[in-house]
């Protein structure tokens, strides 16, 4: 049985539904995200986990255990909220520390995790500090640090990097695997960056208008999207003979579809080219390897790998979509 | 950044040389506060230090006279400690009701909480000197509407003195002054990110915890600066000490009115008013200083 299992969850606010009968099987220790646009109903779902909203219909298991029988308070889960939502009347030690006090922890035992859990990540030099002397990445780790010193059974992730700029973003996202692979906590993450969701997920759940489009691996729902949402959500894509074809996934060839390039663009380590051919604009992205590229106005032919087979779109959106 | 063009050459019309023009425009103001402000101020400061008779009237030489009477004198000692001593209860008052208010009021939902907004804004609306006759009609000797609620609820059994009392004029006082402390707190708990209580909730803490422990500590400056204000207006109020307190229970401000008008000694009604100043500068400003002091390093 999995660890963790959402069960035809469904939340109507009035009669819009947020989230519209979404089931999930969870495994101990996976890193799952739910990734899709705003308003699609990841946040709704992350917070009925929490206990912050109460679902319309469906159930919510933990470990076998009816988890919305139990109150916010007691359900023992690490949350990262998006705007951290540390103390800011406390020190970073008071801060993580607030969760062991709640659970009645001795002081001594405390003070050893709470040291210990700054160690985790990087902080332990900050402990008499207040949130607002931090920098945002740092008020991120004492938020993530406050999250796991409890030993929650799940790790609950609000958008997390969201407030972090991009250099940042991807440190902390390498930096949060690494973690949460050490900790072996279950861990679901929040997000409307699919960068992010495919860097640190062993699973996907996309989700649009409240229904779940695809639950799948990264790779796998990056190279099969079972619909168009999928497709074009999780990255750029070209529809070709009603199939959807990669940009990398395509090369300049002596023969194939023929075409004009309409634009092209230096990426540092591609190129990112728009081509117009008889099927319409193709986008198309090249690796700089250093060998000189066609040029704007060039005419080129363009061809791709049809196998293996990319998702013929019309018929899987057909299919019900389920967990691998 | 792009240049507008139409700066640069305005700017070299300007007499750059000479860096006076800010003080030069703001002289019209300074010339107003002096005369509305610093003037009047300092000829009561002046009057406090002359001499007064009942038949010579007003002697304009500088003596100690007033100042050592008051000093000196248990009468004035007790009326600025009662002074003081209602100041302080109605804002303890203000801020245990007030803060609760507040918190309640910021909790509403869309028209209910503009609606109790108005509601506890509303008497500021109205004169102070109309609310405290409304209470002075609540109190009035024993039949009045509070002492018979009181009665009939069976909280008392004798009809309590609300006129002419200190606790008439603290309750009054508090009710005048309560919007200030509300307003104050309210204005900190906007502050307020609502993901941290809920984050409090997930590590376990139950309502009251979070309460005690997250939203009473971030939403204390708001409280202290409500108590500041709703201290000072309480030390100098003067038409609700007039009207519940009357003549028998004298406050500083109402002290100075009568020395002013009925006694005639403006010397030593300059004194009461020029120590009820200074005493209230040296309290608020001092708190002020705790208080940011205190919280300068969390909040900024």
Same mark, same amino acid.
């Given at each position: 049985?999995?660890?963790?299992?959402?069960?035809?969850?469904?939340?109507?606010?009035?009669?819009?539904?947020?989230?519209?009968?979404?089931?999930l099987?969870?495994?101990?220790?996976e890193?799952?995200?739910?990734?899709g646009?705003?308003?699609?109903?990841?946040?709704?779902?992350l917070?009925?986990?929490a206990g912050?909203?109460?679902?319309?219909?469906?159930?919510?298991?933990?470990?076998?255990?009816?988890l919305l029988?139990?109150?916010?308070?007691?359900?023992?889960?690490?949350?990262?909220?998006?705007?951290?939502?540390?103390?800011?009347?406390?020190?970073v030690?008071?801060?993580?520390?607030?969760g062991?006090?709640?659970?009645g922890v001795?002081? %001594?035992?405390?003070a050893r995790?709470?040291?210990?859990?700054?160690?985790l990540?990087?902080?332990r030099?900050l =402990?008499?500090?207040?949130?607002?002397?931090?920098?945002g990445?740092?008020?991120?780790?004492?938020?993530?640090?406050?999250?796991?010193?409890?030993q929650?059974q799940?790790l609950?992730?609000?958008?997390?990097?969201?407030?972090?700029?991009?250099?940042?973003?991807?440190?902390?996202q390498i930096?949060?695997?690494?973690?949460?692979?050490?900790?072996?906590?279950?861990?679901?993450?929040?997000?409307h960056?699919?960068?992010?969701?495919?860097?640190?997920?062993?699973?996907?759940v996309?989700?649009?208008?409240g229904?779940?489009?695809?639950i799948a691996?990264?790779?796998?729902?990056?190279e099969?999207?079972?619909? =168009?949402?999928?497709?074009?959500?999780?990255?750029?894509?070209?529809?070709?003979?009603? =199939?959807?074809?990669?940009p990398?996934?395509?090369?300049?060839a002596?023969?194939?579809?023929?075409?004009?390039?309409?634009?092209?663009?230096f990426? %540092?380590n591609?190129?990112?080219?728009?081509?117009?051919?008889?099927?319409?604009?193709?986008?198309?992205?090249?690796q700089?390897?250093?060998?000189?590229?066609?040029?704007e106005?060039?005419?080129?032919?363009?061809?791709?790998?049809?196998?293996?087979?990319?998702a013929?779109l019309?018929?899987?959106? =057909?299919?019900?979509?389920? %967990?691998? | 950044?792009?240049?507008?063009?139409s700066?640069?050459?305005? !700017?070299?019309?300007?007499?750059?040389?000479?860096?006076?023009?800010?003080?030069?425009?703001?002289?019209?103001?300074?010339?107003?506060?002096?005369?509305?402000?610093?003037?009047p101020?300092a000829?009561?400061?002046l009057?406090s230090?002359?001499?007064?008779?009942?038949?010579?009237?007003?002697?304009p030489?500088?003596?100690?006279k007033?100042w050592?009477?008051?000093?000196s004198?248990?009468?004035?000692?007790?009326?600025?400690?009662?002074?003081?001593?209602?100041?302080l209860?109605?804002t303890?008052?203000g801020a245990?009701?007030?803060?609760?208010?507040?918190?309640?009021?910021?909790?509403m939902?869309?028209?209910?909480?503009?609606?109790?907004?108005?509601?506890?804004?509303?008497?500021?609306l109205?004169?102070?000197?109309?609310?405290?006759l409304?209470?002075?009609?609540?109190?009035?000797?024993n039949?009045?509407?509070?002492?018979?609620?009181?009665?009939?609820?069976?909280?008392?059994?004798?009809?309590?003195?609300?006129?002419?009392t200190?606790?008439?004029?603290?309750?009054?006082?508090?009710?005048?002054?309560m919007?200030?402390?509300?307003?104050?707190?309210?204005a900190?708990?906007?502050?307020?990110?609502?993901q941290?209580?809920?984050?409090?909730?997930a590590?376990?803490?139950?309502?009251?915890?979070?309460?005690?422990?997250?939203?009473?500590?971030?939403?204390?400056?708001?409280?202290?600066?409500g108590?500041?204000?709703?201290?000072?207006?309480?030390?100098?109020?003067?038409?609700t000490?007039?009207i519940?307190?009357?003549?028998?229970?004298?406050?500083?401000?109402?002290?100075?009115?009568?020395?002013?008008?009925?006694?005639?000694?403006?010397p030593?009604?300059?004194?009461?008013?020029?120590?009820?100043?200074?005493a209230?500068v040296?309290?608020?400003?001092?708190?002020?200083?705790?208080?940011? !002091?205190?919280?300068?390093?969390?909040?900024?």
């Open positions: 049985m999995s660890f963790l299992a959402l069960e035809s969850l469904t939340k109507r606010f009035g009669s819009h539904p947020a989230v519209d009968g979404l089931s099987a969870v495994e101990q220790g890193f799952v995200s739910l990734l646009p705003s308003g699609c109903g990841k946040t709704t779902t917070q009925m986990i912050f909203v109460e679902p319309t219909s469906g159930a919510i298991r933990l470990a076998g255990r009816d029988a139990v109150k916010p308070a007691r359900r023992g889960l690490g949350i990262v909220f998006q705007s951290y939502a540390l103390f800011p009347h406390m020190t030690g008071e801060n993580v520390s607030f062991l006090e709640m659970q001795a002081s %001594g035992e405390r995790r709470v040291a210990e859990t700054l160690e990540v990087g902080l030099a =402990a008499g500090r207040f949130p607002r002397q931090l920098s990445g740092q008020q991120q780790r004492v938020a993530l640090a406050r999250a796991l010193v409890i929650p799940i609950l992730l609000d958008e997390p990097l969201s407030n972090l700029d991009a250099k940042l973003r991807e440190e902390m930096e949060l695997r690494q973690i949460q692979r050490r900790v072996g906590t279950t861990t679901i993450l929040v997000t960056d699919q960068a992010e969701a495919m860097a640190l997920s062993d699973r996907l996309v989700m649009n208008h229904r779940v489009e695809q691996p990264p790779h796998e729902a990056y099969r999207p079972a619909t =168009a949402f999928v497709a074009s959500f999780l990255g750029k894509t070209n529809l070709l003979d009603g =199939a959807s074809v990669r990398e996934k395509i090369q300049f002596g023969r194939g579809l023929a075409g004009r390039v309409r634009a092209r663009v990426q %540092g591609h190129w990112l080219y728009q081509v117009e051919t008889g099927s319409g604009l193709v986008t198309v992205i090249r700089n390897t250093g060998e000189p590229m066609p040029a106005g060039e005419a080129v032919c363009l061809a791709w790998n049809s196998s293996p087979p990319q013929k019309g018929e899987v959106s =057909a299919q019900q979509t389920e %967990g691998s | 950044m792009t240049h507008d063009p700066v640069g050459v305005r !700017r070299r019309h300007l007499p750059t040389s000479w860096g006076g023009a800010p003080y030069l425009l703001g002289l019209p103001a300074l010339l107003l506060f002096a005369v509305v402000v610093i003037v101020l000829m009561t400061v009057l230090f002359h001499d007064w008779g009942q038949y010579k009237g007003i002697e030489v500088f003596i100690l007033n050592r009477e008051v000093l004198d248990p009468y004035y000692g007790e009326m600025f400690w009662r002074t003081f001593r209602i100041a209860a109605v303890v008052l245990v009701f007030g803060a609760p208010e507040a918190y309640i009021l910021n909790r939902k869309s028209p209910w909480r503009g609606l109790f907004l108005l509601v506890i804004l509303g008497p500021l109205i004169s102070v000197v109309a609310r405290t409304g209470w002075a009609l609540l109190f009035g000797g039949s009045g509407l509070v002492n018979k609620a009181l009665v009939s609820l069976g909280l008392i059994s004798a009809p309590l003195p609300f006129m002419f200190e606790t008439g004029v603290v309750v009054a006082l508090t009710h005048v002054l919007p200030y402390m509300v307003l104050a707190v309210w900190a708990l906007q502050r307020l990110d609502p941290v209580e809920n984050a409090a909730v590590l376990g803490a139950g309502p009251f915890t979070v309460l005690r422990r997250i939203v009473l500590p971030q939403v204390m400056p708001g409280i202290l600066s108590a500041i204000i709703v201290f000072a207006l309480a030390a100098s109020a003067f038409a000490p007039a519940i307190g009357g003549r028998r229970l004298k406050v500083a401000s109402t002290l100075a009115y009568d020395e002013f008008l009925n006694t005639l000694n403006w030593l009604g300059a004194t009461v008013a020029v120590l009820l100043l200074v209230l040296l309290i608020v400003a001092g708190a002020s200083r705790l208080v940011e !002091r205190r919280y300068a390093q969390v909040f900024g």
